[in-house]
């Protein structure tokens, strides 16, 4: 089983947060199955909360990479720099890359294939819009981010896919469990029939998943874990929904 449960911290954190969050998370956890679990911190963090979750084998991995290897990229960081401190995977393509520094499926495509030259794991984050779910265009908009972004990456050895519709992250609002899970199912299809060379591992759900909602989502045959944002910035929060999932799942 790889990587099912994603915490991405985006802009948030200090060494004290890190402290304090182990704690609550290790307090809470009732499992032993840590390398499900993954945190994405701030990449400046991944040293020092590698040296403070050392007992459990939590995977760590980044939020973002660049698209080149080295080079005058002031501010930038490369994949190969994140698998040097030990990092299992990267997010990529998040729906707050793709508005707010303005990343384009080509450029995610670099990146997903910089991930694979650094066997670092890629998770690709798709999703559509609020106008496009309400005018029913959700499964071609995906289908084309998909074909956009792989085109040019289609022998990665790993990849996950975070279905992740922009209008229900942070919001509170979620689509309904179940077309959550045909909209898996269309990712799966997709992938598999388009690009038969890419080792598709997971297709994760994102977009305010809390403890209440969880058992709701992994229930869903097609939804094979989440990567969650506001929840898993309560330790606590995040072991309650790991629970979840391993009562439903493992
Ligand atoms: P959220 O964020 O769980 O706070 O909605 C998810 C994400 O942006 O990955």
Redesign the pocket.
Known sequence: MSLCL?A?W?LNGSKEFNHQWALEFLRNFNGNNFSILGIAPASLYIDHLKTILTDCDIEIGSQNIDLEETGARTGEISASMIKELGCAFS?IG???RRMLFHETNQMICQKLIQADNNSVIPIL?IGESAEENQSNNTFNVLEQQIIEALENANELSALII?Y?PVW?????KTPKPEEINSVHEMIKDVVQSRFPKIGLESVLY?????FKNASSLFEQKNVDG???????LDGREFALIANVFNELRV
């Open positions: 994603v991405n985006k997010i998040h729906s707050e984050c975070a992740e229900a992250i942070g919001s509170g994102g977009g305010s998943v809390n989440a990567l969650i944002g506001g929840a898993s």
